[in-house]
């Protein structure tokens, strides 16, 4: 792949890398508003926040390249039933090494693991809702020299047209059975 493409698709993915900037601030702030020791909140908050950037920004990549599509819910919760945990894993162990010393894993981590999972669907639909918000001002700005952006915002306009046809041929019927019981 080209430097060109690996730029483009860098660019492209500061909406989803931006969901896990915000989790780690609030992460970070909390520990702090807990009165944990500022190194201990900037800790706190990279290591949940590296994590998230990494899987997010792995995700637009997947939409960038076609793999999935744009704001659909079913495969950003795929993806976040296996990375949401795998995140929070990192997270802990950042967590315990900075508390203890050593890095070391949670009791149970299956346990723990499986709990992450099904939280996971909560954060699918917060993650694509933050991507597409922060998206839908961003993608529009870098759209002239970035074809993942393009592709993107052309297949958010598809399926905005799909959805209107859908909602005027359900008007249309609602009309059309209203003038016969009239």
Do not use: C
Not at 37 to 51: D, E, I, N, S, Y
Not at 128 to 157: C, F, S
């Amino acid at each position: 792949m080209s430097t060109s493409k690996v730029r483009q698709l860098a660019e492209f993915s500061v909406p989803a890398g931006s969901v896990g900037v915000a989790a780690g601030l609030v992460a970070g702030g909390l520990a702090a508003f807990v009165g944990r020791p500022a190194g201990w909140a900037v800790v706190t908050g990279l290591g949940l926040a590296l994590p998230l950037v990494l899987l997010g920004a792995g995700y637009a990549v997947l939409i960038a390249l076609g793999k999935i599509p744009a704001g659909v819910f079913a495969p950003a919760a795929v993806y976040w039933v296996i990375g949401f945990p795998l995140a929070l894993l990192v997270h802990s162990v950042v967590t315990e090494w900075t508390v203890t010393g050593t890095p070391g894993m949670p009791p149970e981590p299956l346990k723990f693991l499986a709990f992450r999972a099904l939280l996971s669907m909560g954060f699918a639909i917060g993650f694509l809702w933050m991507q597409e918000q922060v998206g839908r001002h961003y993608w529009p700005r870098i759209i002239d020299h970035n074809q993942y952006a393009h592709k993107t915002i052309e297949q958010y306009m598809n399926l905005a047209e799909s959805m209107q046809a859908r909602k005027d041929a359900v008007d249309r019927g609602r009309k059309k059975r209203k003038a016969r019981t009239a």
